[in-house]
């Protein structure tokens, strides 16, 4: 398993925060530098080269299996489609004995990421991956699948074979104040929260930061318990409607959740990102590549600090480990144990893959 410029790689994975990412000449470029690859990845809100991020360009990392091998299949989504259908029926096609791992990039804006991520609970194996990105311009996002880069798109990568894939994600958020109940929401829009009108609620907790709404509801984001209680997700605040006192998210916030405001500091992000690399980092010290997919929103918190969460997976993951990924506006991971891929906000996933 390799990644450096390899003419028979069989996987090429691709994230770019500039224009030249959707244009055919830069799908070209990569399929003559890597004629036999799959190629897969997305727009981004930051690319992850190593431990450094970098803007305004692409970064292409290329890898050779030996033993295992790749397939790759993509669907697009158009208004009013069923995602999580889509994502169901193209999750069973990649299923096989040999499947070991899906790695999932899709658009980030047009595509509702909660029922992407319930339809791929047919893949049967672990997910991960995330939401592309539009630097923080939320304007258009892009993803590539074995051509030119499109919006409301998304690719699914299968890895089979003899490949041992780890994973994890972290968030180093804590929650405060009361818990409280989600009483009135539709998809991602909370209207009440314990019966009072939501933005009302969130206003009273931020307190003179409020008058920053929304770009301050970057940094309090809403830890939702589903009415189950078998997890726990993080949701970012992302507009508030003046007019009608709601809330909107960056992910489904479901009527009946139990709730709770969230803080950190940038100590606590950094330490999680520690904490992370390390439940992710691979019992064996081959060579091998990390996938980090980490959200925008945790770039805004970091700031110029945002390298040392990068710094922090590097440390851990082991000399002979790659890293590439890229900041996202969501991102795709199982929770605990169970198989189950869920949408995350403010949270940073890695993916080790080794042969």
């Not at 530098?33 to 290329?62: E, L, W, Y």
């Not at 791929?120 to 892009?142: I, Q």
């Not at 980092?281 to 081959?286: H, L, M």
């Not at 091998?288 to 929103?297: A, D, F, H, Y």
Request: with cysteine.
């Amino acid at each position: 398993m390799g990644g450096d410029d390899l003419p028979d790689a069989n996987l090429v994975l691709a994230f770019g925060d500039h224009d030249y990412f959707h244009s055919a000449e830069c799908f070209a470029e990569l399929r003559k530098r890597f004629p036999k690859a799959c190629i897969a990845g997305c727009s981004s809100s930051g690319n992850v080269q190593a431990s450094k991020i970098t803007d305004k360009d692409i970064v292409a990392t290329a890898v050779r299996f030996e033993h295992g091998r790749v397939r790759m299949l993509s669907f697009d989504v158009t208004p009013g489609a069923d995602i999580a259908e889509l994502a169901r029926a193209t999750g069973t096609q990649l299923k096989a004995a040999d499947l070991r791992h899906v790695l999932v990039f899709s658009d980030g804006l047009f595509v509702n990421g909660t029922k992407l991520a319930l339809g791929l609970k047919s893949c049967g194996v672990t997910v991960t991956g995330g939401l592309a990105g539009d630097a923080e311009r939320f304007g258009t996002t892009w993803v590539m699948a074995n051509e030119q880069a499109k919006s409301r798109r998304v690719v699914l990568v299968g890895l089979y074979g003899e490949v041992t894939v780890n994973n994890s994600y972290c968030s180093g958020w804590t929650e405060f104040g009361a818990e409280r109940i989600v009483t009135k929401s539709v998809g991602n829009v909370v209207s009440e929260i314990d019966g009072q009108p939501a933005l009302a609620l969130y206003k009273k907790y931020l307190g003179d930061l409020a008058s920053s709404l929304p770009a301050s509801g970057m940094r309090f984001p809403l830890k939702i318990t589903t009415q189950e209680g078998d997890h726990s997700l993080i949701r970012t605040l992302l507009a508030v409607n003046e007019a009608a006192q709601s809330l909107t998210f960056a992910g489904d916030v479901p009527q009946g959740s139990r709730c709770k405001l969230m803080r950190t500091n940038l100590d606590n992000l950094i330490e999680s990102a520690d904490i992370a690399a390390q439940e992710a980092r691979p019992k064996s010290s081959a060579h091998g590549l990390c996938v980090v997919v980490s959200c925008v929103g945790r770039r805004i918190v970091l700031g110029q600090l945002t390298e040392e969460e990068l710094e922090a997976v590097e440390r851990h993951a082991g000399a002979g480990m790659k890293l590439t990924g890229f900041y996202s506006y969501g991102e795709l991971a199982p929770v605990g144990d169970v198989l189950q891929c869920h949408l995350h906000n403010q949270t940073m996933s890695l993916t080790t893959i080794q042969e």
